[in-house]
């Protein structure tokens, strides 16, 4: 197939607005995850997407803790 074989486009596409589902969360869920096709995706921001690895919370705790005081970064 190609861009010749399609129709053009009538109007702009839309854009899918995805925020954190952490209670009280107001940013943005660039972080999807769903099990399979069939169930609905579910969106977090990254400070609460739960399914990080361990590297990846480890450097937020340390961004955070720069960021917001605390423990010195080692």
Known sequence: ???????????????????CEQG????????????????????????HFPHKSNEQDQALRRKLEATYGGNTIQ
């Open 1 to 19: 197939m190609s861009d010749t074989d399609r129709p053009t486009l009538t109007k702009a596409p839309e854009m899918y607005v995805h925020y």
């Open 24 to 47: 009280g969360c107001t940013e943005w869920g660039s972080w999807g995850n769903s099990p399979s096709p069939a169930v609905a995706t579910r969106w977090w921001c990254f400070e």
